[in-house]
């Protein structure tokens, strides 16, 4: 009796802490404190898209080319903070990065397709408008998210660089034990962020065969950075990517012999060096 009890107010405290735990996200407060100690001025906003709330930063000269930042699962805007507070970048580019759908600050929880996601994220593009060139940068399932926007708004943007996309919808086994969580009582005992990610991820499947057909209405350049190393996202995603954009323009490849899917932070002098050309 004595081991239930214990047992059931474990349970219990579990359910208490998934709530609030791991939720990769920070208030915009802790934020501009952090990049003020850097000497660079954060601003934090909140637009509503048909009475969906999206969250986004920015940093640098409004009159400067543009870099729009997308996080991968889970995640939320701060992925690319160190990006965003580097100070030779922001000699050369007004950043933003955003907090996708269902993550960060954006109706934290609620899990969207990437197409309905395009059309929540779509307006920022109109309100953010310098009539200076425009590049998406997007890491992991963040890959697959500015394919989307791409297609969906051609002439959005100048360029993608698609760092770990995820975007190959044969080259990882789908997970049929992720409905299991997000359809039953036991969703209350993911922690966080990850509650959302799961569940986009079993949409991810589906969502990459629809934007399939749509990816030869890209037309811009498309760099690609991975890492052979990366076992999350199988290098043959590049191959795939490429042999479906048959209407961009052009594509480069960056490949770091010994990356794996953290680039972003581990490689991060090669990156930036990399979105420094871009200018």
Known sequence: MKLL???SMLLVLWLIMAQSCMTFRVSDAEARLSFAKKGVTLAAHTITVNKFPLHYVQSGNDSFPTLVFVHGTPGSWNAFQDYLSDSTLLKHFRMISIDRPGFGYSNFGKALHLRQQSELIKPLFTLLDNHHPVWLVGHSLGGPMIL??????????KGLVI????????AEKAEKWRPYL?????NYFIPGAFRPSNEELWYL??????LKGDLRKVTCPVYFIHGRKD????PENVDY???MLT???VTHELWFPDGNHFIPWTKFDQIRDLLLQLN
């Not at 760092?163 to 044969?170: F, K, L, R, T």
């Not at 076992?231 to 199988?234: E, G, I, L, S």
């Open 148 to 157: 989307q926007l791409a297609a969906d708004n051609p002439g959005i943007c």
């Open 5 to 7: 009890a214990i047992l």
């Open 182 to 186: 997000f359809k039953t009582p036991l």
């Open 231 to 234: 076992t999350w996202v199988p």
């Open 163 to 170: 760092i770990s996309g995820s975007n190959d919808p044969y």
């Open 241 to 243: 990517t490429k042999r």
């Open 205 to 210: 499947k589906n969502d990459l065969l629809d």
């Open 247 to 249: 209407g961009a323009s």
